[in-house]
């Protein structure tokens, strides 16, 4: 597998471990009570926007995500599927959450940025997508992590 | 466009001017002056702010030109620093240290393509644990700025 490394597998025995995360200011911080999910990079138009680079996602149930503190979280629909959840105070982008989430698809999820975890994390990246909207400004690199274009497509 | 037709992609001498903005229109701008390259910074606060790592322009305060500016909102993030995001959208957009003539403008903001490339990344002492840098690109443990 791509990016063994020495974290604590699923059967290790880190049932006691919360990650935790929040903005620049404290104004949102978060728990996430179950290991969150592998990394998604996402070179897609809105990210690029938003993130005003390339966002960076993990994600879990949105039952296992906490809000310690929310005192500044702002919701922006940023397409008639989507919100997006940013700090109104210091500008930190958070959540990704979709707003069609069908209950018969399973439980519903949230996606974390996961610039926004306290270090270590301990995750690992599992692809890139949207790789056919990248900005020509940079090069992903040759780091042998899958690629997806916007259909889906699985083009390394 | 410059329509000149020798400006490839990525060779960052194109005469085309470049604008940029956040996700929702609040904020718009125009720079009259072309930046040289685009340079990656691996601080925490950076990730904090982007979600990730931060890619940065640098240009004059002065060459930068607001067709809209209703919606950007400053937080001062250090005693020396302050960075402009978008109040209504939530992207990130600037960061401005106190004193200085330039401004960094997050290179995800610009209109694409931009004709710019990355050549170098800062401050990747400060780098999490969750990603590599693959590009091969120089890295320097603090500020990659060079005379």
Not at chain 2, 100 to 128: C, F, M, N, W
Request: proline fraction near 3%; charged fraction near 25%.
């Amino acid at each position: 597998m791509a990016g063994t490394s020495t974290v604590v597998t699923e059967q290790g025995g880190e049932e006691d471990r919360v990650w935790t995360g929040g903005c620049l200011c404290g104004g949102v911080r978060y728990a996430i009570d179950v290991r969150p999910e592998p990394i998604s990079f996402c070179h897609c138009a809105q990210c690029r926007r938003q993130h005003s680079h390339v966002g960076a996602y993990t994600g879990a149930p949105r039952a296992a995500l906490r809000l310690l503190n929310d005192a500044t979280l702002t919701w922006y629909a940023s397409s008639s599927r989507a919100r997006r959840g940013f700090c109104a105070c210091c500008g930190a982008g958070l959540f990704w959450e979709a707003l069609d989430q069908d209950p018969a698809d399973g439980e519903p999820r949230i996606t974390v940025t996961v610039g926004s975890l306290d270090d270590a994390t301990g995750l690992r990246v599992e692809r890139h997508i949207f790789v056919d909207h990248k900005g020509a400004y940079y090069d992903i690199g040759d780091d042998g992590v899958e690629r997806r274009t916007s259909t889906g497509e699985v083009v390394a | 466009m410059s329509g000149n037709g020798n400006g490839r992609e990525g060779s960052g001498d194109q005469g085309q001017a470049l604008s940029g903005g956040c996700l929702c229109g609040g904020v718009r701008f125009l720079l009259a002056e072309r930046p040289d390259e685009v340079v990656n910074c691996h601080c925490g606060q950076c990730r904090r702010f982007h979600g990730h790592i931060g890619a940065y322009i640098t240009v004059p305060r002065d060459t930068v030109i607001f067709d809209a500016d209703e919606t950007l909102t400053w937080y001062r993030s250090s005693d020396f620093a302050e960075r402009g995001f978008c109040g209504r959208c939530g992207s990130s957009l600037f960061w401005k240290g106190d004193g200085k003539s330039e401004i960094e403008i997050a290179a995800g903001s610009l209109d694409q393509p931009t004709g710019l490339q990355t050549l170098r990344h800062g401050y990747v002492e400060g780098k999490a644990d969750y990603y590599e840098i693959t590009d091969g690109l120089e890295q320097f443990p603090g500020s990659a700025e060079v005379e």
